[in-house]
DNA sequence: CTCGTTCGTGGAATCGTTTGCTCCCACTGA
DNA sequence: TCAGTGGGAGCAAACGATTCCACGAACGAG
């Protein structure tokens, strides 16, 4: 048995308000009492009950975080810092996972309404989601949907993707395929989108074939890799739009024998620990995943204290950098 | 404003508890008046307020989880194996993290208990932590404590590291460094004691200058590679006990020309994704982590159900195997 | 001495749900 | 016609915490 305002008030003597505000550090309570009362509830264990102040103060002191995958080092890491983040400042996290699924998606959102978050931050999977009941300030993380009203946080996809060909274009490439993840998501638009930019300024074309489409998996990675290969003309390079499709990518290389760089160059997005010790060392595009998981968190956190008077939503991106590793080179 | 049943039974005519029963899919409530009720909810956008529900019922559907750390590869698997399962079965996941840190875990434990957990999954960091308030049923996972009472969940740690230290003496290393992390932790005991284990029955000894003692991270790994490749006489093969610390040692055997297997044998305990695309493609013993959480989630949902009849706890331990590839080789 | 103020405290309503109990009414069988 | 039965619905009491209101005592000022 868990104790209560109640019991403590029994072995006090004292009211049950009295207790409350005794714990609560409301001024018009006497030092005696108090001091007996914190006494008591220490000795008795006393812990709030959540659910009884979430009831009665309208707040949960909760927030909402939904996200695809949580094994994705990307989603992962951004978790870890929001974790960190909203547990500093009281809120307690509810975590749900959508595996890119809209109805699931659905599922989690009104899991969390029902739980009475009191904010959200959603990397969305649909491009019209929507949250049920009370309006709560939503932060979208990553990705963006078509929703109007939220705080938006994410890379300057566009620029990396850029920056990465750019650098390709550099080193003398001329054909290069595209291995990007499911088309409808904002990141994978915008990744295209800068990785065309910069063939665009050098008067180069991005052929359909080259750009192959598919899932954010491991093994799209590797059978976009083999696909790339089997092209001809074969490119000379291939941008791996994510870790997870670079983790695929680099597989299959290594299946068929292809080597990197001298067969052809391989660069990623995103960059997880091991890209530095892997075979060869990736050229990657680092995300700045602790800042755009910071900045999500800041921007949920200013808008439930109310400080934001800004009723405008914002939008912040951030910039990572490339990394130029051993996987990039001059083509044969 | 989000819709209560007051307002669906105001807007129907009819009582609260009414209204309850319809949605809850009690027997004694005429078609007609469930199918209106229903179809009010609907309109609403009802959604259950789980902070009452909880309140009134005494049961919050929600599950802890405390683990050290997010991002640790094991870790991120098991929970989202766990987050799968509760889900599947109605219970929410509540996500607290200890960074192998005691008053960290005191602090989880004590949210948790205020959010009025049903059931526990916890990777212990002291070996003897206390649940306050009411008594709920705990699963230890991949770590054990000395609590006596909890079920108890990991993978043969032990045998794991006999075979993996069977597996070098088999090639003729005789001089096997180990890089362990907190000396505190079960695992890290067990996987120490099964390494010496077989080199006892190999007549060989585990000299205390071989048994690197330090912390979970790839730092730490880093830092004792350094420290055994400086040795003398030189060990000829290393033995990482996690996969941060494989990453740190293999990071470190790169920066210092090491190369690997020729001048010295790598093999680790965990195995992520890409330990078979980095250089060289590592040797290591994989660690059930699919079946660990599936374990302790069924574990605490059969408690939970109170199908299970055995109040003894029980002690499950899976197997993993040892994947030979190409980071050890016979010494030179 | 009395009136107004302040301080500490208790009482009670309230949050949204669940659930035991009661009540009404229609229907059945004697 | 009437007692018995049972389905359908309402009333009200919880669950534990917060908070507004009121009340009594003490006290200083006029």
Known sequence: MVASLKQIARECGVAISTVSRALNGHPSVSPATREQVVATAARLGYRPNTAARALRSRSSSTVGVV??????????????????????????????????????????????????????????????????????????????????????????????????????????????????????FSTTLERVDGARQALDAAGLPLPAEYLLYGRHTRAWGAEAFRAAWALRPRPTAVFAASSELALGALHAAQRLGVSIPRDLSLVAFGDPDWFEVCQPPLTSFEQPLHEVGMIAAQLLLSRLSGEQAAPRASRVRVRGRLLVRESTAAPA
């Open 67 to 184: 996200l695809p995958d949580m094994l994705n080092n990307f989603y992962a890491a951004c978790t870890a810092v929001l974790q960190e983040q909203f547990e500093q400042r009281g809120y307690g996290m509810v975590l749900a996972v959508t595996r890119n699924d809209p109805s699931r998606e659905r599922e989690a959102l009104q899991r969390l309404s029902s739980a009475q978050v009191e904010g959200l931050v959603l990397v969305p999977t649909s491009r019209r989601w929507e949250l049920p009941g009370a309006q709560v300030p939503v932060v979208e993380m990553n990705r963006h949907s078509s929703r109007s009203g939220v705080d938006v946080v994410q890379s300057e996809e566009r620029d990396g993707a850029r920056e990465v060909v750019e650098h390709l274009l550099a080193l003398g490439h001329e054909r290069i395929a595209v291995i990007v993840g499911e088309q409808q």
